[in-house]
């Protein structure tokens, strides 16, 4: 069965601390993606790639950055947790152009910053 | 500017009801897809359908249906004979370039 795989569904940190969130996919996918979920604002893009070593920045990528440094892996870090950053995390992946195929969700992990 | 609208927030119906979610979607490409995904409470996003901007054709499956209407630029999904296990948090979303971009999403929940 395929899979997006979060490593932590739930955390919670210190305003400040340095977050780590990490992202597997077993399917080979090409395309990566983290969104951030907020009642009432939907999914919003943070940040996606489209190769290894490669990132693109989507529309609220302040303060946040990303990794991939394997094809199958992609890292969301948060260099100092605040508040505002508390939310679900949603990590996703697709095959083909980046726009193209559906997208594979992982069960997010919701981050509480105090 | 792509953009992606689901203007009702919530719905709640009576099992074995009929329903239809909006949405409405805004783009200057020419090509581009339109997706349909479900996320019940567990939280998983799980993906419906996916339709290309050249293929208006309608779609049924089970009881799930699709209207894709260009010239209105409307992409709606309708859930015949609901049942308890439709209720979710439902997203409708568009491709444009490297990115998609989802609408703020529409809660239904089915009634027993």
């Known amino acids: 069965d395929v899979k997006v795989t979060q490593s932590s569904r739930y955390l919670v940190k210190r305003t400040g601390e340095k977050v780590f969130l990490e992202c597997v996919q077993d399917m080979d996918h090409e395309n990566m993606f983290w969104y951030r979920q907020d009642p009432g604002l939907g999914l919003r893009l943070i940040y996606f790639s489209y190769d290894v070593k490669m990132k693109e920045k989507g529309d609220i990528p302040e303060g946040y950055s990303v990794s991939r440094e394997k094809k199958e892996r992609f890292s969301l870090i948060l260099e100092s947790a605040s508040t505002n950053q508390t939310s679900m995390y949603l990590c996703?992946?697709?095959?083909?152009?980046?726009?193209?195929?559906?997208?594979?969700f992982g069960e997010g992990s919701r981050l509480t910053v105090l | 500017a792509q953009k992606v609208t689901q203007a009702q927030t919530e719905i709640s119906v009576v099992e074995k009801e009929d329903v239809t979610l909006d949405c409405v979607y805004e783009t200057r490409d020419t090509t581009y897809y339109l997706f349909w995904y479900k996320q019940p409470p567990s939280g998983e996003l799980v993906f419906l359908i996916r339709?290309?901007?050249?293929?208006?054709q309608n779609e049924i499956s089970g009881r799930y249906s699709w209207n894709f209407q260009k010239s209105t630029s409307s992409f709606n999904f309708t859930i015949t004979a609901s049942q308890v296990v439709d209720s979710a948090v439902y997203f409708c979303a568009l491709s444009g370039g490297n990115q998609f971009y989802f609408g703020t999403g529409t809660s239904l929940t089915v009634i027993p």
């Open positions: 339709r290309n901007s050249f293929d208006e």
């Open positions: 996703a992946s697709s095959s083909g152009g980046a726009g193209t195929g559906e997208l594979f």
